[in-house]
Every structure is written in structure tokens, then in C-alpha cells.
């Protein structure tokens, strides 16, 4: 989960880049600024780490969380009434985009 400043062009640029390259290595939005990746170990998760963890940007805070396969499954969830979809399939379904 991460904190990244976008009140410049550049830090949106540096956001948007970042955001990228956490899909690009399987990541998946949980929350606007929460992404998860299943993976087999900690040590491959260590290594994933260290490799995202080159291009943070400047000014930015991120946090790994490592929690296991049983622990996640533990995990509730729950939508108000008028929540049946996540964000990602409302703008997706209204056709909208999002930029950064």
C-alpha cells in the first residue's frame, strides 16, 4: 500500500509510472492505493519487494504487508447496498477513465 504525491505533473507522471509497473508484475488493485499479489513464499515475495522497492518514487511512502494464504482467507468484505460492483467495473461499465 502506498502514498504518493500527485500536486505536480511530474508526481502524477512518477504515480501513474509506479502504479504501471505494480500491474505489470501481477499486482492487482485492491484499493485505489492498495495492491495485492498472491505469491508461493516469502522469499519470492522478499524479492518482489526488493524489486518494486528500486522505483518508489521521491517523496513517497510504501509499505509491504506480508500475510499468508490462511490469514487473507480469513479476510470479510462487505458492500453497502448500492456497492454490488467495485470501482474498477463501474468505470469500466460507464466507460470512463482513469487518469493520472
Do not use: C, H
Amino acid at each position: 500500500m502506498f502514498d504518493i504525491p500527485v500536486r505536480t505533473k511530474t508526481e502524477i507522471r512518477q504515480a501513474t509510472r509506479f502504479r504501471n509497473l505494480l500491474l505489470d508484475e501481477g499486482f492487482m488493485m485492491k484499493q485505489f492505493s492498495v495492491y495485492i499479489k498472491p505469491v508461493k513464499s516469502l522469499s519470492v515475495a522478499q524479492t518482489i519487494t526488493q524489486n518494486v522497492s528500486k522505483f518508489i518514487p521521491d517523496n513517497s511512502s510504501v509499505s509491504f504487508i506480508y500475510i499468508t494464504d490462511k490469514q487473507y482467507m480469513m479476510t470479510k468484505n462487505y458492500l453497502g447496498r448500492k456497492n454490488e460492483e467495485n470501482e474498477e467495473q463501474i468505470r469500466e461499465k460507464n466507460g470512463q477513465l482513469l487518469l493520472f
